[in-house]
């Protein structure tokens, strides 16, 4: 069987899903009855600050990110002050 898709447009909503039924958040903008295509997220771990500066220290290093945040930041004055 073959499923042909017509995109014109998409409307995303968000919505709680609670282990049987799908919930909206937000009021529906649908006029009739149609299909719908429901992506979940995967189920990603959650971690604390802690951790995720953990996991991040280091990984920008010799990349001169410091350099680098202070000429954006001059940039960014300059077009301020004109």
């Given at each position: 069987m073959e499923i042909k898709w017509r995109l014109n447009k998409m409307h995303?909503?968000?919505?709680?899903?609670?282990?049987?039924?799908?919930?909206?958040?937000?009021?529906?903008?649908?006029?009739?009855?149609?299909?719908v295509l429901v992506i979940l997220p995967d189920e990603v771990p959650q971690c604390t600050s802690v951790e995720a500066r953990r996991c991040l220290r280091g990984s920008?290093?010799?990349q001169?990110?410091?350099?680098?945040?202070?000429?954006?930041?001059?940039?960014?004055i300059g077009l301020e002050h004109r």
């Open positions: 995303v909503i968000r919505a709680i899903y609670d282990g049987h039924e799908i919930k909206p958040i937000e009021p529906l903008t649908l006029k009739r009855k149609t299909e920008g290093r010799g001169h990110l410091t350099e680098k945040l202070l000429r954006s930041r001059l940039g960014d």
